[in-house]
């Protein structure tokens, strides 16, 4: 079973694109369960993912792009 959670967001030349978090990662700050976010492109082998961890004003800014209740739908991952 996987720990990633991800948004899928296109498709270009073959590669994907989208922002994931790794359920792995999580650390408890001041009660709350955070984890990083991360953008990533692949070609289908992820061997070969390029990831670039978001800063969380960007993740969020994102997230919220993507969905009013993207609250509802991530849960508590920032």
Known sequence: MSTR???W?????GKSVYIYWELADRKQ???RITTPIYIAVDAGN???EVAIRLPKEIAIRLLMMLSPDWA??????L
């Open 5 to 7: 959670s991800s948004v």
């Open 9 to 13: 967001l296109g498709e270009s030349g």
């Open 29 to 31: 700050e001041n009660g």
């Open 46 to 48: 992820a061997d070969e």
């Open 72 to 77: 509802d739908e991530v849960g508590q991952v």
